[in-house]
């Protein structure tokens, strides 16, 4: 076997809070983010976040952006016997903190990966994580297959590019493991230029065979022992970066008006759900502001409860 990680490996979770993009109205034709409500936002004293426009995304219709929000909501019995990580409150965090830095030989941490217009994020998000524990924890430089995973996992995981499950993701690292991205590369080497490409993409046919034919699909493939959620809570997501390793994390994605306000929000959940997301945690800044690589993860902070 290529290699087995020896301990108990990060899993998905538990979903973040929600994030908010985009407009109110559902129409499916309009653009994502809207100037107006940008200023509303940054103007209105108790919003409770700053929003900002992301240029790989401005001109996505609300359409195009729910496509690529690949993130299925998981049944509660899948999730029913999976462990939950806790960490003590005893355990003090330094008060910024870089897994880029900390692992600095691990190339592949803060690696932003473009998944094209398929919604394989809940994919990505678990191979980097994979492949970033296998380099903190085994010094293993390795680059995993995210089409394996995606085309070969079929309906345990969900839909492959129309969406799946984050946390079967990680038991299939478990029963089946996964090849490396030389044997069974990403099937779109090109990526997208934004706002996406049209049509959307097909999930790609598992082939179970590697790309070049010197090498054998079995002999490429690469083991997790275990799979666990983290809580939600912030301290344990940054305990599990700091004594482990990056992240990978769900949240849901609302539509939003202008006129939504943080405190709206809490007490009145928006009623347009755009889809959810993953994502790898790589980043915490000032009061915990979690910065996200795209599509996928969370690996450092600065500034501690």
């Not at 590369?185 to 082939?207: I, M, N, Q, R, S």
């Not at 004594?243 to 929000?265: C, H, I, L, R, W």
Request: charged share 20%; glycine share 8%; with cysteine.
């Amino acid at each position: 076997m290529g290699g087995e990680l020896l301990l108990a490996l990060l899993l998905v979770s538990a979903a973040a809070a929600p994030q908010v993009l985009g407009v109110g109205n559902g129409d499916n034709h309009m653009r994502i983010i809207q100037e107006d409500i940008i200023e509303t936002v940054n103007n209105h004293p108790s919003a409770g976040w700053t929003a900002s426009r992301n240029p790989y995304f401005s001109n996505y219709t609300i359409a195009q952006f729910k496509h690529i929000l690949g993130v299925k909501p998981a049944p509660q019995n899948a999730l029913s016997n999976v462990p939950v990580k806790t960490y003590s409150r005893s355990l003090e965090l330094p008060k910024e903190f870089d897994a880029r830095s900390a692992w600095s030989r691990c190339s592949t941490i803060g690696n932003i990966l473009d998944q094209g217009h398929c919604g394989s994020c809940w994919a990505f998000g678990a191979v980097e994580c994979l492949q970033d524990r296998f380099c903190i924890h085994l010094n293993m430089s390795i680059l995993l297959s995210v089409n394996d995973l995606l085309a070969c996992c079929g309906f345990m995981c969900g839909d492959g590019c129309d969406g799946g499950y984050p946390i079967e993701a990680w038991r299939y690292f478990v029963q089946n493991g996964v090849v490396t991205d030389e044997c069974d590369p990403y099937f779109d080497p090109v990526g997208c230029k934004h706002p996406g490409c049209e049509p959307a993409y097909p999930t790609p046919k598992c082939e179970k065979k590697c790309k070049e034919q010197n090498q054998v699909w079995q002999e490429k493939k690469h083991f997790s022992i275990d799979a666990y959620r983290i809580n939600s809570d912030p301290h344990d997501i940054m305990a599990e970066v700091y004594k482990n390793g990056p992240v990978e994390v769900a949240f849901t994605v609302y539509e939003v008006s202008k006129d939504m306000t943080k405190a709206e929000q809490e007490k009145h959940k928006p009623k347009n759900k755009s889809g959810f997301r993953t994502l790898q945690i790589w980043s915490v800044q000032a009061h915990h502001r979690w910065h996200y690589g795209w599509p996928c993860r969370q690996v450092d902070w600065m500034g501690n409860q």
